[in-house]
């Protein structure tokens, strides 16, 4: 069994509450499960108005299939027009 790890820090500029944050953070980790066979959640930077942290998780037999699926969704994430991409680390395990 492969597992993946994605972290994925976004920076939400057009936030000047939590709720726009959250809508923000609603839409993409909707998008994300919805299109991709992945767990996603924000796992820190909750009380933070325009940050946010998301954990996504794969679970497969191949490490090239775990990649390719992590990699297919930070391209996701970043093509969201209302939060910019700030960092992310990926580990396979």
């Known amino acids: 069994m492969i597992v993946g790890l994605l972290t994925v820090e976004l920076h939400i500029g057009g ?4 709720k726009d944050k959250r809508r923000v953070i609603k839409s993409i980790v909707e ?3 919805s299109r991709y066979n992945v767990s996603i959640a924000e796992v820190a930077d909750q009380d933070l108005w ?3 942290t998301l954990g996504v998780a794969a679970v ?3 490490t090239g299939h775990v990649n390719r ?9 970043q093509a969201n027009r209302e939060a910019d991409l700030i ?4 580990e396979i395990m």
């Open 15 to 18: 936030a000047v509450t939590l």
């Open 87 to 90: 960092n992310y680390w990926m």
């Open 60 to 62: 497969s037999t191949s």
């Open 69 to 77: 699926m992590l990699e297919t969704v930070l391209k996701s994430i």
């Open 31 to 33: 998008r994300v499960r």
């Open 50 to 52: 325009q940050r946010a």
